[in-house]
Nanobody, 114 residues
Framework: QVQLVESGGGLVQAGESLRLSCAAS????????MGWYRQAPGKQRELVAT???????NYVDSVKGRFTISRDNAKNVVWLQMNSLKPEDTAVYYC????????WGQGTQVTVSS
């Protein structure tokens, strides 16, 4: 089992920044890829960014150049630095960890006002 706890969400104005954190506990040695997903009201959950245990990253096109995912394998933490936020980034952001199973955090709300 892996437990994930997110933090760092909040209400900001367009153009501002936020940094999300996700701390993993439990069988963390078995984690391969970690990532961030988001779900806006009335929409499906979508991938935002992922990072492998070796540091390879992947981003959805809409956040490229604005968001940065990073990871500390020793501390079992993954971050999402979000810059130049837009109202369309408003969503609940979920941390994700993959072993042979998939684990999710409880989500953290990010609201960007125009």
């Amino acid at each position: 089992q892996v437990q994930l706890v997110e933090s760092g969400g909040g209400l900001v104005q367009a153009g501002e920044s936020l940094r999300l954190s996700c701390a993993a506990s439990g069988r963390t040695f078995s984690i391969n890829t970690m990532g961030w997903y988001r779900q806006a009201p009335g929409k499906q959950r979508e991938l935002v960014a992922t990072i492998s245990s070796g540091g390879s990253t992947n981003y959805v096109d809409s956040v490229k150049g604005r968001f940065t995912i990073s990871r500390d394998n020793a501390k079992n933490v993954v971050w999402l630095q979000m810059n130049s936020l837009k109202p369309e980034d408003t969503a609940v952001y979920y941390c994700n960890a993959r072993t042979q199973f998939v684990y999710w955090g409880q989500g953290t709300q990010v609201t960007v006002s125009s």
